[in-house]
């Protein structure tokens, strides 16, 4: 276990240090979304190009802790390319994923199709820290609604 841990945190250190998507795109075209949360200071700023109901493209800027940058851009990994479906239900099983206690959906999430994102499962142990980790799939989501997508 402690090896699979080390993985995870190398996932989270990498897409920290390096995160994918980094940037904004043009608006328009794209439709521009910010999400805050007001407990730590970390800020997100997501950029997003939906064409005939499949992400284009999406682009991540803004600020904050290793967990909401490295949610952030794994997150910008995971959809990109994707139809908004298959993005959403993948927000559902990253959401369900970081839920714990009472109001927890007990259907199970498949941490294997979720690829790299998995790495995040542990930020559960420090349940003031879900709030970072998503964030920038709130945004998403946000922006998925303002965009009726």
Same mark, same amino acid.
């Given at each position: 276990?402690?090896?699979?841990?080390?993985?995870?945190?190398?996932?989270?250190?990498?897409?920290?240090?390096?995160?994918?998507?980094?940037?904004?795109?043009?608006?328009?075209?794209?439709?521009?979304?910010?999400?805050?949360?007001? *407990?730590? !200071?970390?800020?997100?700023?997501?950029?997003?190009?939906? $064409? %005939?109901?499949?992400?284009?493209? /999406?682009?991540?800027?803004?600020?904050?802790?290793?967990?909401?940058?490295?949610?952030?851009?794994?997150?910008?990994?995971?959809?990109?390319?994707?139809?908004?479906?298959?993005?959403?239900? *993948?927000? !559902?099983?990253?959401?369900?994923?970081?839920?714990?206690? $009472? %109001?927890?959906?007990?259907?199970? /999430?498949?941490?294997?199709?979720?690829?790299?994102?998995?790495?995040?499962?542990?930020?559960?142990?420090?349940?003031?820290?879900?709030?970072?980790?998503?964030?920038?799939?709130?945004?998403?989501?946000?922006?998925?609604?303002?965009?009726?997508?």
């Amino acid at each position: 276990m402690d090896n699979l841990e080390e993985l995870y945190r190398e996932i989270i250190l990498d897409h920290y240090r390096s995160p994918r998507n980094r940037g904004e795109l043009a608006v328009p075209p794209a439709h521009r979304t910010e999400g805050f949360n007001p *407990l730590c !200071g970390d800020e997100i700023v997501l950029t997003i190009e939906v $064409d %005939d109901g499949v992400i284009a493209d /999406v682009k991540i800027a803004g600020h904050g802790c290793s967990i909401s940058q490295s949610s952030a851009s794994l997150m910008s990994t995971g959809v990109k390319g994707k139809p908004v479906t298959d993005a959403r239900a *993948l927000m !559902g099983s990253f959401k369900r994923m970081m839920t714990v206690g $009472d %109001d927890a959906d007990d259907s199970p /999430v498949d941490l294997r199709a979720m690829g790299e994102i998995a790495a995040l499962q542990g930020v559960v142990k420090f349940p003031v820290r879900i709030k970072c980790a998503t964030l920038a799939w709130n945004t998403l989501d946000q922006a998925l609604t303002e965009m009726g997508a």
